[in-house]
């Protein structure tokens, strides 16, 4: 991406017909069709960790990984944040911008891929990951993305289910060795960040929406230094 994504404007949609689109189109094709196949798929209301979490902080700029229908966004530029909200699917960010436009905040939706974004670095006092499903690789590439994507000073939010990459590969197709998971993170941290929460904890579940059998989390939240 060539724009400067934390030059926010008004309005700033960059999404349209989704061909702006940046990213893999096959996880691209697999989000829009679990989108498509619920008329909402998730609760609507913002995740219970991140609500905890973000209490003692003073909004700054902050970016949501994998924003899906938007409720965290929406909160979170309720709550005063400047918000950058970047996600896979069209389909999800379509209804996130509907409900943007409902509670009538500005948000700025990127429809990209963590690490196809080319995300300013360094340019987010917060960058929250809720449940992301970021695919690994050898070069731990959405790691690093997410740890450079935070200011100095600033801090990142990764919530993930507990007990989720000890499973083994289901019917589904689902592989939990395929994703990145909080501990793969923790492993990037470097001296310049120092872990403030990194604890498993009951989840806060929102009513209804897929997922809500999930009942513990894992949270990390690290700030970095410098
Ligand atoms: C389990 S959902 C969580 C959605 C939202 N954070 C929430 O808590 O309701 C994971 C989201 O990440 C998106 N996603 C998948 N791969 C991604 C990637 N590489 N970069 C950004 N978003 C991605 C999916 O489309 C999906 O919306």
Not at 104 to 126: C, K, M
Request: glycine share 10%; hydrophobic share 45%.
């Amino acid at each position: 991406m060539t724009e400067d994504i934390t030059a926010k404007s008004p309005s700033s949609d960059i999404f349209s017909a989704g061909d702006g689109y940046l990213g893999d189109p096959a996880v691209r094709a697999e989000w829009d069709n679990r989108y498509a196949d619920r008329g909402q798929l998730w609760s609507g209301q913002p995740n219970g960790a991140l609500v905890a979490e973000v209490a003692g902080l003073t909004p700054g700029r902050v970016l949501d990984v994998g924003c899906g229908e938007g409720a965290d966004a929406v909160w979170l530029a309720r709550g005063g944040w400047d918000v950058t909200a970047l996600e896979v699917s069209g389909v999800a960010l379509e209804r996130a911008t509907g409900h943007a436009r409902d509670a009538d905040v500005d948000v700025r939706w990127v429809h990209a891929a963590l690490t196809e974004a080319g995300l300013a670095p360094a340019s987010f006092d917060l960058v929250s990951a809720q449940y992301p499903a970021l695919l690994r690789t050898p070069e731990a590439a959405a790691e690093r993305a997410l740890l450079a994507a935070v200011a100095p000073g600033g801090v990142l939010l990764l919530v993930h289910h507990a007990g989720m990459e000890a499973r083994d590969a289901d019917e589904s197709g689902f592989d939990p060795a395929d994703y990145v998971w909080p501990s793969m993170v923790t492993a990037q941290l470097t001296d310049d960040w120092v872990v403030e929460v990194d604890e498993q904890r009951p989840r806060v579940a929102p009513d209804g929406g897929a997922g809500a059998h999930h009942t513990d989390d894992v949270v990390l939240r690290a700030r970095r230094l410098r």
